[in-house]
């Protein structure tokens, strides 16, 4: 499986968890969720850990999408949500320089 399908999948299981604001997400809840959806698509699949997490995180709030992502931090927990509850990153057609973008942070 390439591993911009890989990414692409990532990206988009965080953004759900992003935009569903009937919960409260902290990156370890989010993480599980993504490498649930990576093993259902890919059996073999290790998933992936909390560096990797974190530079997906970057691509959707500053490289790539320019989401502007909320923290809300109770006590030693802090929560991610977007601050725009109606933004997704599907409503954000990538132009040609987000694509090559998002395919270098991929590469790297």
Same mark, same amino acid.
């Given at each position: 499986?390439p591993v911009?399908?890989?990414?692409?999948?990532?990206?988009?299981? +965080?953004?759900k968890?992003l935009?569903n604001h %009937? /919960?409260? #997400?902290? #990156?370890?809840? +989010?993480?599980e969720?993504?490498n &649930?959806a990576l093993?259902?698509?890919n059996?073999?699949?290790? %998933?992936? %850990?909390k560096?990797?997490?974190? =530079?997906?995180?970057? !691509?959707i =709030?500053y /490289?790539? *999408?320019?989401? !502007?992502i909320k923290?809300?931090?109770? %006590?030693?927990?802090?929560y991610?949500? *977007?601050?725009?509850?109606n933004y997704? +990153?599907s409503?954000?057609p990538l132009? &040609?320089? &987000?694509a /090559?973008q998002l395919?270098s942070? +991929?590469?790297?």
């Amino acid at each position: 499986m390439p591993v911009n399908r890989n990414a692409l999948l990532r990206h988009q299981v +965080i953004d759900k968890c992003l935009r569903n604001h %009937g /919960r409260r #997400w902290t #990156w370890q809840d +989010i993480l599980e969720k993504v490498n &649930e959806a990576l093993l259902e698509d890919n059996p073999n699949s290790k %998933g992936i %850990g909390k560096t990797t997490f974190f =530079e997906d995180l970057k !691509d959707i =709030e500053y /490289r790539v *999408y320019k989401a !502007d992502i909320k923290r809300t931090t109770e %006590g030693k927990t802090t929560y991610y949500s *977007y601050a725009d509850p109606n933004y997704s +990153i599907s409503n954000h057609p990538l132009n &040609e320089t &987000e694509a /090559r973008q998002l395919k270098s942070a +991929i590469m790297v």
